[in-house]
C-alpha cells in the first residue's frame, strides 16, 4: 500500500499560475512513475501528466503542452505539476496516482493502483 498525498491546489483566476505537489509518503516516490489526473463533477477523470521513474519521459495532454510542466524533487520526495496561464475549464480536483499495473497507457487510471486525496484547483473570475 502506497501512501500520497497532493498539495498546492487553489482558487486562481484565469492566466494565473500554481504548482501541485505529490508527495509519497513511507516510501521512496522515486520508484514508480506517476500521474496526474483531472476530474471534474460530471466528468470522467482524465489524465493531465506523466513522468517515469527516471525523470527522464514525460507526458502532457495535449491541452496542456507549453503550460504545465512535470518534473522530480526526489529532496523533498515529491513530484510537482507546474501549471501556467491556467484556464477555467481546468477547474477540478487534481489526483496524483502512481503506476502499479501493466497493459495500459500512461493516461488510463486502470494502470494506477494508489492514488491520493486529491487537491481541488479553481479557475474562475
Known sequence: QLTLVESGGGSVQPGESLTLSCTGSG?????YSI???????????EGVS?????GGFTRVADSVRGRFTIA????RNSVTLQMDNLKP??????????LTWNGFGWNDPRGYGDWGQGTQVDVSL
Not at 516510501?27 to 520508484?31: H, K, N, P, R, S
Not at 522530480?72 to 529532496?75: L, P, Q, T, W
Open 35 to 45: 500521474g496526474w489526473f483531472r476530474q471534474a463533477p460530471g466528468k470522467e477523470r
Open 72 to 75: 522530480r524533487d526526489n529532496a
Open 27 to 31: 516510501f521512496a516516490l522515486d520508484g
Open 89 to 98: 475549464e481546468e477547474t477540478g480536483v487534481y489526483y496524483c496516482a502512481a
Open 50 to 54: 506523466y513522468i517515469d521513474r527516471s
